[in-house]
């Protein structure tokens, strides 16, 4: 499978519909057209048109698998007839681009509604699409894709076919998904339902008839980035030419409308808009927001859709927000929110701070990666100040550090720390993060006037991992508040996320993934730039007359920077207080020590705003603890707030108008759903929707140095040759009998795709090196069956050689 065959599909797509635009189509040619599924070569096409270029906006395609079925509705069919011997086809151009073909559909009218909610945006877009790429009667399979900014999380779609034919998603134990047998499309060059991909959403739409009007609302997710004392939201919104009429003014097929809610009693100061936006209501906390009239049509920009409003003020600023039960919810308590917004540093003296640099350079970081990780490095030097002192460890199977002790930010060390980076900064080797993170601590140890950090940046996951969070946490409860923060950066789909925000938490620091090469950068400087200015340390709440106490997320409590906003949010029983007590360390080693009342604000669904914030850190701690009465509350959470997680899954099913009703009803009821008796076709109607989940990492791929780069540059997901059966389950408590290896080939001396793996049962856990013997037994796996090797964990080497010498 090409792995670039999804932009591959788009270009096709776009040359054909601009050949029915201009009757190109119907050019005749000789010989039937090529049907072939393997990506060719693609005319040039210039400007929006270019091959490659990723959806700007909410988009629906035509899956065009066969030529036979494209056309005008009401066109006549293509007509065959002899000639001189040769059969002679009208209605084909000589140059078909290779299929499938994601052609654009045509778009009658957009709405956009941002509703942003404290530091949360609720975004629905709703749309009108029309089928009309097929010739009459014609069926095909249509394709939703969504870009999103910033990891948004999708939680609803419902897409109206017409004729009473409703095509929607709901979220459902993932156990019940494989109840129900749903699978993703085969087809994983237009939709792989593997990989998770935050940045662009997709939902194939099966037999869709040619004319059909397709009527689509979306709810999504995403948090809102803070920068330069705004919280912000963008939404991607450049709509292609080709899929607007002609001679249509974009401002009257597009509306958007917006509202603000801060949570806090003051006037809210909105940041800039691209488009003309119109007020329709203001008071304290909240303003609401439309597009403009005609008047306003000849300024209209096609541009992304970007919303703002200013936290920064002259002080620390706390507010408390709660919440009763929420009706037709599963789950009886309340919901509070507590928001402590900082000052413009302007107005401050902040900590100095006292930081080491941790920065895997192992060989999957080859390339680009490495480029970026090392260049948003350089920058976090930069953002130094002369007083703060600093340490950087580059870490692979060893570890390399670029001096002995802390060291003070001066302009001639950090002048020496950039050479010693660019020098140093070069992949090759396996991953041990357990060892660099103790090193760490050791350089940390003797630091007494400032607050200690720890920046990690890796793109692996290690079989030591649960280890790893014990020993950080027992090194960070001796410590109490001289504990060093720690932050942590994912790279990839190997590395292990809900690790990462684990050692995040227990750290109370931040935690941040890139899933896109081009996002590692600017991902990565913008963590460093919200950590640069630490403002109120060792916080903690009081709260009285809670006889059942609460839960708090995040928990231990994380500090508030200037470039950071500290927002917590928890479920308590009964009735909560009229005020609670927040107590924190301010730069000059004084007690801030405030009593926040509490007030109530139904415009703001507590519950809703922060689901995702408690489903990642229930999910985390349900990994790190194996608790399973964590998974279920996930479960509980996820399913209620139609956000997939790890131990559900989003499926796509027919049904009609009149049964999901039902269907929601019974669910807001607290029954045990049967989806299949509410679908069209049952269990055959029901499909898997991939791509939401990130899952726990990959060991192997680890260990194999598998290039990160071949996933992060593939909006497919494949792993560039791989078949996903090697990574069935990080090679512990697997029957390794079932797993494919014949990928493998002769790489590693003989023809490993004739090895019987089937002894080898799931003994990866206590594996050592090795090689194959010429007989093609991998003598590393017979080692399994006779040694043992504490902490190892990993799938022996000369397999991993083979994965790593692939993704080269």
């Not at 029915?20 to 400007?47: Q, R």
């Not at 698998?65 to 065959?80: E, F, L, R, S």
């Not at 980035?225 to 401002?251: N, Q």
């Amino acid at each position: 499978m090409d792995p670039m065959s999804f932009t591959t599909s788009l270009a096709a797509g776009q040359i054909l519909a601009q050949q029915l635009k201009t009757g190109g189509v119907h050019t005749p040619a000789f010989g039937p057209p090529k049907h072939s599924t393997i990506p060719g070569k693609i005319p040039e096409l210039k400007g929006e048109m270019a091959a490659g270029s990723l959806p700007t906006c909410p988009m629906i395609y035509a899956i065009i698998a066969d030529m036979a079925i494209v056309g005008i509705p009401n066109a006549p069919p293509p007509q065959w007839r002899e000639d001189a011997g040769q059969q002679q086809q009208f209605g084909y151009r000589h140059d078909v681009p290779p299929l499938p073909a994601l052609v654009p559909l045509s778009l009658t009218d957009l709405s956009l509604k941002v509703e942003c909610q404290i530091s949360t945006a609720f975004v629905t877009v709703q749309g009108t699409w029309v089928l009309d790429c097929l010739r009459s009667g014609a069926i095909c399979d249509c394709l939703l894709a969504v870009p999103m900014d910033h990891q948004g999380t999708v939680a609803g779609v419902e897409i109206d076919l017409g004729n009473s034919r409703l095509y929607t998603t709901i979220v459902v134990p993932r156990d019940e998904a494989a109840s129900y047998g749903a699978k993703g499309s085969p087809m994983t060059n237009v939709d792989d339902p593997g990989t998770y991909n935050p940045d662009l959403f997709r939902l194939r739409v099966p037999q869709v008839v040619s004319g059909t009007r397709l009527s689509l609302k979306i709810t999504w997710f995403q948090a809102m980035l803070f920068s330069d004392g705004l919280y912000a939201v963008r939404v991607p919104l450049i709509l292609p030419d080709y899929v607007v009429p002609l001679e249509t003014e974009l401002a009257s097929i597009v509306k958007l409308t917006c509202s603000i809610n801060t949570g806090t009693p003051h006037p809210v100061v909105v940041g800039q808009f691209n488009n003309t936006m119109k007020e329709t209501l203001r008071e304290d906390g909240r303003v609401s927001l439309v597009s403009g009239g005609k008047d306003t049509w000849g300024d209209w920009k096609n541009s992304d859709f970007i919303a703002s409003y200013q936290v920064w003020s002259d002080k620390i600023l706390p507010n408390l927000l709660v919440q009763g039960p929420t009706l037709g919810e599963s789950d009886p308590r309340g919901t509070f929110c507590l928001s402590i917004a900082p000052p413009d540093p302007k107005h401050v003296k902040a900590f100095k701070r006292a930081v080491v640099f941790l920065l895997d350079r192992s060989g999957s970081m080859y390339g680009k990666p490495m480029e970026d990780a090392c260049q948003a490095l350089l920058f976090g030097l930069s953002s130094l100040q002369p007083e703060d002192s600093f340490n950087i460890i580059v870490f692979d199977h060893a570890q390399l550090t670029f001096s002995s002790q802390l060291v003070y930010a001066t302009a001639p060390i950090l002048g020496r720390a950039r050479e010693w980076v660019t020098t140093n900064c070069e992949a090759r080797g396996g991953t041990d993060i357990l060892a660099p993170l103790q090193a760490a601590f050791q350089l940390l140890r003797m630091n007494l006037d400032a607050v200690p950090y720890i920046f990690l940046i890796t793109d692996g996951a290690v079989a030591d991992e649960h280890k790893i969070c014990r020993l950080i946490q027992a090194a960070v409860t001796s410590r109490g508040g001289k504990a060093p923060r720690i932050s942590t950066f994912g790279i990839g789909h190997y590395c292990n996320y809900y690790f990462l925000k684990m050692l995040a938490v227990i750290g109370r620091g931040m935690s941040d993934a890139a899933f896109v090469s081009g996002r590692i950068r600017e991902q990565i400087e913008r963590m460093l730039v919200a950590a640069s200015t630490p403002l109120l340390t060792n916080i903690t709440l009081s709260i009285m007359d809670l006889p059942s106490g609460c839960e708090v997320y995040p928990f231990p409590i994380p500090d508030l920077f200037c470039g950071n906003p500290l927002v917590l949010s928890g479920r308590f029983h009964g009735k909560f207080p009229r005020s609670i007590k927040v107590v924190g360390m301010l730069p000059d080693q004084t007690v801030w020590d405030v009593e926040v009342f509490s007030s109530e604000s139904p415009g703001v669904p507590l519950s809703k705003v922060f689901a995702k914030q408690q489903l990642d850190l229930l999910t985390a701690q349900a990994w790190l603890y194996d608790d399973k009465h964590m998974q279920e509350q996930a479960v509980n959470l996820s399913i209620m707030s139609g956000i997939p997680c790890e131990y559900t899954s989003m499926i796509g099913f027919e049904t009609t108008r009149e049964k999901f009703s039902r269907l929601l009803h019974e669910r807001m009821q607290g029954k045990k759903m049967n989806v299949p008796k509410f679908t069209v076709g049952k269990l055959a109607g029901i499909a898997l929707v991939g791509g939401l989940a990130i899952g726990f990492g990959s060991v192997a791929a680890t260990a194999g140095n598998a290039l990160i780069g071949d996933v992060l540059g593939n909006i497919v997901g494949d792993f560039g040759g791989i078949p996903d059966s090697v990574f069935c389950c990080d090679f512990s408590n697997c029957d390794c009998s079932n797993c494919d290896f014949s990928f493998l080939g002769d790489c590693c001396g003989c023809d490993c795709s004739n090895c019987d793996f089937s002894f080898v049962g799931d003994c990866f856990d206590n594996c050592r090196d090795g090689c194959c013997d010429p007989d093609g037994i991998c003598c590393a796996l017979v080692s399994c069956l006779f040694d043992s090797c504490d902490n190892m964990g990993d799938i022996c080497a000369c397999i991993l050689d083979c994965i790593g010498s692939l993704s080269n």
